[in-house]
């Protein structure tokens, strides 16, 4: 299982725009589409539950490729993610740009300069990480 999880306004409009969108993708992998709408005063949480058999090489590629395609289709329609796998942490990092990149690396860097506290969670590494 992977949780994959766009944030947008919570609105009937945008439920039946993401849920087509998402069992489009997850259909086309031959996936199903297992999710919840998680509503709030002004924002709606979309977690989709992106299920495989990790034991079977072949359906865990499939998977990956299903959970690329969702996050590339839905940072062009401009939903932004909140909850995702640790594989695909730094994807979602360099989707929220440089800026924050670069800041999240500055606290780090003052916090944490030896990289020991969870290095890499959120897409954020020390050792790995390159100024734009």
Do not use: E, Q, R
């Given at each position: 299982?992977?949780?994959f999880a766009p944030v947008s306004e919570a609105r009937g409009s945008e439920c039946e725009k993401q849920a087509r969108l998402a069992k489009r993708i997850l259909h086309k992998h031959g996936l199903d589409y297992v999710a919840e709408f998680i509503v709030g005063p002004r924002d709606?949480?979309?977690?989709?539950?992106v299920l495989f058999d990790r034991t079977d090489a072949q359906e865990t590629k499939r998977a990956d490729a299903c959970f690329n395609e969702?996050?590339?289709e839905f940072e062009k329609e401009g939903y932004a993610v909140y909850r995702v796998n640790t594989r695909f942490q730094q994807r979602v990092a360099q989707s929220y740009g440089s800026v924050k990149r670069d800041v999240e690396?500055?606290?780090k860097r003052a916090l944490d300069p030896n990289n020991i506290l969870?290095?890499?969670r959120s897409g954020i590494d020390l050792d790995?990480?390159?100024k734009a």
């Open positions: 299982s992977m949780w709606m949480h979309h977690v989709i539950d969702l996050l590339d690396h500055a606290i969870a290095p890499g790995t990480y390159k």
